[in-house]
């Protein structure tokens, strides 16, 4: 029988330079896990709240009512007998009895825990004949009746229909938060994320914070009055004004403002970034950008990106963009502007994370310059605005840093067309200024990875 040559090592295909190690998968939970819920600081009334104290209330009744089954079966059985006496009142019982209650009163009386979350016994009274006769009695008088209130009936039954269909329509169409609710911006407080315009703790703001805003300032020669006319900025508003979705809001509106994005590799929107070590305790869902922007994996080094990879490669996914550090997130009319800066808050503090393990891979020195490298955008309703994200050294030697949002500037892109071009330019401005620290420190890491080789 013949047997198959064994392959030769140069034969086997070589590794790509893209691929990333083969590494433990992360668990996201798809919910919040009891953890979440059991270590916040302060826990608002909101529907996941009720949601996980309707999971905690129902797991209890079972494991009760298990109990309850389960002890059944080793008790003793109660006589007819007992039942009686045990359904007298204590003022009509025996005085033998009342004198067991008083002795078991005085040492805490019965213990009641079984019944604790037991649902309480279904029991219909019994009806006698003559209210069951008169029960028929009544059904036949009301059939002779019917025919003359058979009309009114038909409207009472159409108008109970009507409000039925009108409350399910009410409670389809309610706002709703998804997992980046209250109790999801006070996890991210207690674990030192601070959304912008937080109360309570006076943050510093970031040294390059002038500088960001000189840099978002400069007009664009694409945006001149020539170039985008008058004309231009009613086509956008007319198309602003057909964007009643989220989904015709990303599809229509944000690539007029987008413009020309450069190398589209660098771009990668809806990717989930589940690649990604925990930013808390692990009890947070995968951030999820609308839009974001990195640097293609292969202008860092492999070696870097392997071991740097669960910090600033966010998906398993080989050809998506690598150290992102600018963000877009988007709401339509009827969104959130709470939900949309939260989103916006999460995955910036990755973006931030993730540029300072590169900016400090393999330096001797560890401390914080106290610039920003990370800008965020939200859009919704024509409303742009700019943030900056920054991690804040922490006051304890070896812990990990805080991390800020400090608002740029705003823009309302639909009132006016110098507006448009002032919020429009300064979205572009900031791509750009993004993508050059991206290059920047992309460099320096490959230049001290090769330093160190040399050694």
């Known amino acids: ?39 916040l600081s302060r826990l608002d009334l909101t529907r996941a709240a009720l949601r996980e104290l309707d999971r905690r209330n129902s797991k209890g ?12 079966h080793h008790t003793r059985k109660t006589s007819n007998a007992e039942r009686k006496t045990l359904l007298i009142p204590a003022t009509q019982s025996p005085p033998t009895n009342q004198a067991q209650l008083k002795r078991s009163a005085r040492h805490g009386g019965f213990n009641l825990k079984d ?12 009806m006698s004949s003559r209210q069951s006769s ?110 009643t979705r989220e989904s ?40 999820k950008p609308d839009l974001y922007y990195g640097a293609r994996a292969e202008h860092l080094k492999r070696e870097i990106r392997e071991e740097l990879n669960s910090l600033i490669v966010p998906s398993s996914e080989h050809d998506q963009p690598i150290l992102p550090n600018n963000f877009l997130e988007v709401k339509g009319p009827a969104g959130s502007s709470t939900v949309v800066s939260r989103q916006a808050t999460y995955s910036a503090a990755l973006g931030s994370r993730a540029f300072r393990a590169l ?23 024509g409303h742009l605005l700019a943030y900056a994200s920054y991690p804040i050294p922490p006051s304890t030697p070896g812990m990990q840093p805080a991390y800020a949002m400090k608002i740029l500037n705003s823009w309302s ?6 507006m448009f071009r002032q ?15 991206r290059d920047q420190a992309i460099a320096r890491a490959n230049e001290a990875h090769d330093a160190q080789r040399m050694l």
């Open 115 to 126: 019944l604790r979350g037991h649902p309480p016994p279904n029991r219909r009274p019994k």
């Open 61 to 72: 009744n079972h494991q009760s009512r298990a109990c309850t089954s389960t002890r059944g």
């Open 1 to 39: 029988m013949p047997r198959k040559r064994p392959r030769l090592c140069e034969a086997s295909p070589p590794a790509t330079e893209l691929s990333p190690p083969k590494k433990r998968k992360l668990y996201h939970p798809s919910v919040p896990p009891p953890q979440f819920w059991d270590n």
């Open 248 to 287: 015709r809001v990303v599809g229509t509106v944000i690539p007029i403002i987008e413009g020309d994005i450069g190398d589209p590799a660098c771009a990668a929107s809806d990717i989930a970034f589940s690649n990604l070590e925990h930013l808390t305790d692990g009890s947070l869902v995968f951030a």
């Open 359 to 381: 900016q400090t891979y393999r330096t001797i020195d560890q401390s914080y310059d106290n610039n920003s490298y990370v800008l965020a955008w939200t859009y919704q309703s």
């Open 413 to 418: 892109l639909i009132g006016a067309p110098d």
């Open 134 to 243: 008169r029960g028929r009695r009544g059904r036949r008088g009301s059939r002779d009746s019917r025919g003359s209130r058979g009309s009114r009936g038909r409207r009472g039954r159409a108008s109970q229909t009507a409000v039925r269909e009108n409350a399910t329509t009410n409670a389809t169409t309610q706002r709703t938060t998804g997992p980046y609710n209250g109790a999801f911006e006070q996890h991210l407080i207690d674990h030192n994320i601070f959304p912008p315009l937080h109360v309570g703790v006076r943050l510093p703001d970031p040294k390059n914070l002038n500088q960001i805003r000189r840099v978002l300032e400069k007009r664009r020669r694409s945006l001149s009055p020539r170039r985008f006319t008058d004309e231009d900025f009613e086509k956008f508003q007319h198309v602003h004004a057909r964007a």
């Open 423 to 437: 919020g429009v330019a300064a979205y572009r401005n900031g791509r750009d200024w993004a993508k050059l620290q």
